[in-house]
């Protein structure tokens, strides 16, 4: 097994998403629970550019297939920021630019 921290952009993580493969494991993963409030203040943060914790995905090839990927951390983030994407919620009275899209980073590459 080999194990290799790598950045991924915004846009990678989102069209993961999208595509169904980002796999939740129930086993280990809680329900979503973050209220707007707590989704606001992430975006803020990076939009701030704080850093945020990582956010750990495995790809599990032998069970999934290849190109899915199970959330081990992370999974309230990942959902705050594409709820920000699809424009669930504002930040400052603004709605996320899909022109934007491309600039932002989960953490430096």
Same mark, same amino acid.
């Given at each position: 097994?080999?194990?290799?921290?790598?950045?991924?952009?915004?846009?990678?993580?989102?069209?993961?998403?999208?595509?169904?493969?980002?796999?939740?494991?129930?086993?280990?993963?809680?329900?979503?629970?973050?209220?707007?409030?707590?989704?606001?203040?992430?975006?803020?943060? !990076?939009?701030?550019?704080?850093?945020?914790?990582? #956010?750990?995905?495995?790809?599990?090839?032998?069970?999934?297939?290849? *190109? %899915? $990927?199970?959330? !081990?951390?992370?999974?309230?983030?990942?959902?705050? #920021?594409?709820?920000?994407?699809?424009?669930?919620?504002?930040?400052? *009275? %603004? $709605?996320?630019?899909?022109?934007?899209?491309?600039?932002?980073?989960?953490?430096?590459?």
């Amino acid at each position: 097994m080999s194990i290799v921290p790598r950045g991924m952009t915004v846009t990678e993580a989102y069209r993961l998403y999208r595509s169904d493969n980002l796999l939740v494991n129930r086993k280990y993963q809680r329900k979503l629970i973050w209220s707007v409030e707590e989704k606001v203040k992430l975006i803020g943060s !990076i939009l701030k550019g704080y850093p945020i914790p990582l #956010i750990l995905l495995a790809e599990r090839p032998q069970i999934h297939g290849n *190109g %899915k $990927y199970e959330i !081990i951390d992370g999974m309230q983030r990942l959902n705050a #920021i594409c709820c920000f994407i699809e424009n669930f919620f504002e930040f400052e *009275g %603004k $709605y996320f630019d899909l022109n934007e899209l491309g600039a932002c980073h989960f953490c430096d590459e």
